[in-house]
């Protein structure tokens, strides 16, 4: 099983930028994908997550309006649109995804860590001013 995220790269504040998480060896299309972030010094942070349907997505505070998580089920692939981009969002962005099927959770959930079971290995994010 292997999430490979891409997308990442070196923008200016205000830009946007999209990052996309392929899976491969399973199909996530019945489970919940989400993700975090992580900036040099600090813990791995939740950005967003979506459930299995695809019908109800979650967000940090700081992303809220200016991300979007989606999902394509067919193509087995997570993705992160970010929009107005600040210096703050520059990290390490991981795509995770949980390993069982067509669960639900407390909203609370979503933003743990211990609930993803796979993880990708991470696709850069720089915003310069």
């Known amino acids: 099983v292997q999430l490979q995220a891409s997308g990442g790269g070196l923008v200016q504040a205000g830009d946007s930028l999209k990052l996309s998480c392929a899976a491969s060896g399973r199909n996530f299309s019945n489970s919940v994908m989400g993700w975090f972030r992580q900036a040099p010094g600090q813990e791995r942070k939740f950005v967003a997550a979506?459930?299995?349907?695809?019908?109800?997505?979650y967000y940090s505070e700081s992303v809220e309006g200016r991300f979007t998580i989606s999902r394509d089920n067919a193509q087995n692939t997570l993705y992160l649109q970010m929009n107005s981009l600040k210096l703050e969002d520059t990290a390490n962005y991981y795509c995770?995804?949980?390993?069982?099927?067509?669960?639900?959770?407390?909203?609370?959930?979503?933003?743990?860590?211990?609930?993803?079971?796979?993880w990708g290995q991470g696709t850069q994010v720089t915003v310069s001013s």
């Open positions: 979506i459930t299995w349907g695809g019908s109800i997505t």
């Open positions: 995770a995804a949980d390993r069982e099927s067509r669960r639900t959770y407390i909203r609370a959930q979503y933003r743990n860590r211990g609930l993803y079971d796979y």
